[in-house]
Structure formats: C-alpha cells, structure tokens
C-alpha cells in the first residue's frame, strides 16, 4: 500500500496514476490528548488500524491524477529525523577527494565512530513544497537517500527482526548547506529534509537492500545506485541508532548517500526515484 500526504493535509492512497481521497479513514485514530502519552506519529503508531479503515473509505473515494496532487511528507510528525554520514564507499572517496567542499572531521572514522547525526523535525517538507535556498550565496547540495520509517517503539533491537520494526519506505533527500558549523547546523534548515512522495508500507519492499536509485538535476543524471552499496545495511542501522536513543512510530532513517551530490541553485528541478517505490520532482526557489 503506499499512503500519503497531499493537498490541504488531505489522506491519500495512491493506486497507479490516481490518488484517492481516503482521509475519511483518520476516523481510525484514537482522540488526540495533551500531554500525548506515547511520542512519534499517531498515524504511523496506528497504521494497522488506518490501513483497514483505507480499505473501507477507498471504494468510494474522489480520484485525483497524480500529476494534480501536491505531496506533503509521507510522515507529519516523526519524533527525530536522524542521518547517517559517508555510508557508501565511493561517497567517502568523492568526500576525500574535495577536502575544499567537505570538512576533513567528516572524513575521519567509520560510520559507528563520526556516529548518526540528527536533524531538526522543522526541516521537513514533501516535495510539493520544494527546498528553499536560504543561503544563496553559499553552496547548498542534493544528497539522495533511502528514507527508512519506523513502525513501532524500538529501543535496543538486535540485528536479526530489525526490519520488523519498518513502517515503511520513502525517497529521502537530505539538502545541506556546506560550510564549517557543525553536519546537524547545516543540515537543519528550514526545507532541507525532504520525504516522498509517499509511504510503500513494508510489505511492499521485503528486501530494502537492493533498491536501484538516481536523482537528475534538470534532466541531467547526478547520482545512481544502488541500497546494496550501503555501508551500514539498514537492519545495522536500526540496531546501532536504538542503542543510543529509542525510535518511535514516525521517526524517519536517512540512510546514507551515494557519490554525485552536487549544488544546486534557485529554478532547478531535482528529479529523484527509486525502484519500487516511485518518483518525485522537487524544485528549488530563493529563500
């Protein structure tokens, strides 16, 4: 199933070319409260419930094509969004390789030793509303990544069963201003966390570790390959996060990029996709 986020806060099913309206399934979710009781997203921490409740609403849905819909974030309220630096090879060769664009601090250790970083939940867009250049005169680049969305509270989880703590997967970009305040500073602006275009529940991906991805900047191939080349798997990725902080229901994973992120500039296009899950365009404006 892939759900989404579109229009006015509208809840979408996302069947071939059409989106269907199924924000009549919300009825599925308990009452809001205050304090909330359990952090992360009331729709991911209930996704089973909402999924039967979208079977139900979806027969009599309104149909709106795709290329009509704008796509908010597949998820409206993670807990934290964390990255994961340098996490394929040919990405920390390109790091190396450029020592004037990356700090060499972000050259030094393996993944576990720089460790996850983590960046601010205001961040967030979908791709419907595009990122933002806040700092024009400063070199802002795509980094295309895996988005991986977790499904239920997870804290200390073992390698083995990791994914069983998956909602689900997006495409992710992680946007990052380069400079020499700290990886989470530049990472945190305001638009620079995009997810989308929707969720492909769990189900849909039994093995996010061969998942073909590219991203084009109008029209032109950037960044290309492949989950397999990642460094730390997704399963070690879950695990080695929950041992230092637990995950809830929401909390998005951006698992890493590949070699090509390059600038890009106010009326540029970033076309991202990745296999099985879909494609999303993304445009870039001035602050």
């Not at 991986?148 to 200390?156: H, M, R």
Request: glycine share 8%; charged share 20%; with cysteine.
């Amino acid at each position: 199933m892939k759900i989404c986020w579109f229009d006015d806060h509208r809840l979408g099913l996302v069947e071939q070319d059409h989106v269907l309206d199924v924000s009549a399934a919300l009825k599925a979710l308990p009452a809001p409260r205050y304090p909330a009781v359990e952090k992360g997203d009331p729709l991911i921490a209930n996704l089973a419930a909402v999924r039967e409740a979208i079977r139900e609403a979806a027969p009599g849905a309104r149909r709106i094509p795709v290329k009509d819909a704008t796509f908010l974030s597949p998820v409206a309220a993670p807990s934290k969004i964390i990255g994961v630096p340098v996490n394929y090879i040919k990405h920390a060769e390109e790091a190396a390789s450029q020592t004037d664009v990356f700090p060499l601090r972000h050259q030094q250790g393996s993944v576990q030793e720089q460790g996850f970083f983590l960046k601010a939940n205001s961040s967030l867009v979908g791709p419907g509303e595009g990122v933002r250049l806040r700092f024009p005169e400063r070199r802002s680049d795509h980094e295309m990544e895996l988005g991986v969305v977790i499904g239920k509270y997870a804290n200390n989880v073992p390698e083995d069963g990791a994914l069983g703590y998956v909602a689900g997967y997006c495409i992710a970009l992680d946007m990052v201003v380069r400079g020499p305040e700290d990886r989470s500073f530049r990472k945190s602006i305001d638009t620079y966390s995009v997810a989308g275009p929707w969720l492909a529940t769990a189900d849909e991906i039994p093995d996010p570790g061969h998942l073909a991805f590219s991203l084009a900047v109008n029209g032109e191939v950037r960044q290309a390959s492949n989950t397999q080349f990642l460094i730390l798997n997704i399963q070690k990725q879950i695990a080695f996060a929950s041992q230092w902080y637990a995950l809830h229901p929401g909390d998005i994973i951006m698992t890493g990029t590949c070699e090509g992120v390059s600038r890009v500039l106010p009326g540029d296009v970033m076309h991202c996709e990745i296999e099985k899950i879909g494609a999303m365009d993304v445009r870039v404006e001035a602050a």
